[in-house]
């Protein structure tokens, strides 16, 4: 069953109450600001008025939503009528970009793409979505046991509707198999995505942050400390080499905590674990010194054991940066024996192979979204 959300689509975007979308954009740089919530150019959020869905654009970031115009506006019907009919049109949901009067407030500086998950959005018939990397989420979402322990932790929280979606590709898979997933499909609203991350949604920009911070501290999980990293010696250690420090020193716990990197140095937990920092980190042997030229085929991440993590100088962008924080926020809160369930090499190269995706990185490399 698709969103009953389908009035027919306008012409030019209609006046949305300023005080909604004003509402949305604090809320969007909120929760970006907040690496717990979300990672770099990592979730998004939209808003449904006559017939046009405002969405974060792909590879802008919620936390520049109020210095920045990062919000898209879309005909809603044309793009569920597209997606009904399983035409690739609404995989980009380019062709149903509602034109905006030159000068109009709101109105990005430059041409930019729907999220790549604006199909996402589309089918659930809520006003407000919001869709989340929140770390507390995805330690249980990349459990095989997810199922029973979001049930512990949900089930019975009033107003609270949750399904758990079996992991899909970002994008149509991912909102075929919210549309399907079990007891509520669609309706639900929260959804937990396998290997991916949340989606909260109510009919207003309110009701959607209480409802998603209810959710957020019933899935907290404790994180295991680790020692703090040497960060002078990591500076010397790096200097004259292909790699450099991470902006975040919380990147150091992968290194410094045993139990992290065993969870760490697996393959690919999420999605954008693979986009950004590769299929693999690299781990230098003890007492080894990082190269000053990184071969090619060498991981983004560079882990020496007891002592920090490096990342490689060329291709830097703030979103490998702000992945290699979540890996460790990630990775603290599961332990080695938890059965986790990583991303397969087929869903590895689905990824890889995507074209959305390459456009997603370009915009998130560039300076201004970077």
Not at 8 to 17: I, K
Not at 177 to 190: C, L, S
Not at 326 to 336: I, K, M, Q
């Amino acid at each position: 069953m698709l969103s009953q959300v389908r009035p027919a689509a306008p012409m030019s975007p209609p006046a949305l109450a300023e005080d909604e979308l004003d509402a949305l954009r604090r809320l969007s740089a909120r929760l970006g600001a907040d690496p717990s919530r979300t990672q770099g150019a990592g979730g998004n959020t939209s808003i449904k008025k006559d017939g046009t869905m405002w969405i974060k654009a792909s590879g802008t970031w919620l936390a520049h939503a109020l210095d920045r115009s990062i919000m898209v506006p879309v005909a809603l019907a044309p793009l569920l009528e597209a997606y009904g009919q399983g035409s690739e049109e609404a995989e980009t949901a380019l062709s149903f970009v509602v034109a905006q009067p030159e000068g109009a407030q709101g109105a990005p500086a430059v041409a930019l793409r729907p999220s790549i998950e604006t199909t996402v959005h589309a089918v659930i018939p809520w006003r407000v979505v919001i869709h989340l990397h929140c770390v507390e989420t995805i330690a249980h979402a990349v459990r095989t046991d997810a199922h029973a322990r979001v049930a512990a932790r949900l089930d019975g929280l009033r107003g609270v509707h949750w399904a758990l979606v079996p992991y899909a590709r970002p994008g149509l898979p991912l909102a075929r198999a919210i549309v399907g997933a079990r007891p509520y499909g669609e309706r639900a609203n929260v959804h937990v995505l396998a290997n991916h991350g949340l989606i909260v949604s109510a009919d207003t920009v309110a009701g959607a942050e209480a409802l998603l911070e209810r959710v957020i501290a019933a899935l907290a999980v404790d994180i295991r400390a680790a020692p703090l990293a040497d960060l002078r010696a990591l500076a010397a250690l790096a200097e004259g080499s292909a790699y450099r420090l991470p902006a975040d020193p919380a990147a150091h716990a992968i290194a410094l905590d045993p139990a992290t990197l065993a969870v760490a140095r697996g393959a690919p937990l999420y999605p954008d674990h693979v986009i950004f920092l590769g299929d693999r980190i690299d781990l230098l042997e003890d007492g080894a010194c990082p190269p000053p030229v990184a071969p090619p085929a060498a991981a983004s991440m560079l882990v020496m054991p007891g002592r920090g993590v490096l990342l490689r100088r060329d291709g830097w962008t703030a979103g490998v940066d702000a992945m290699a924080r979540c890996l460790a926020d990630v990775a603290s809160r599961l332990s080695p024996a938890d059965p986790i369930r990583r991303l397969s090499g087929a869903e590895i190269h689905a990824l890889t192979h995507w074209e959305a995706e390459t456009y997603r990185q370009a915009v998130n490399g560039s300076p201004r979204h970077g």
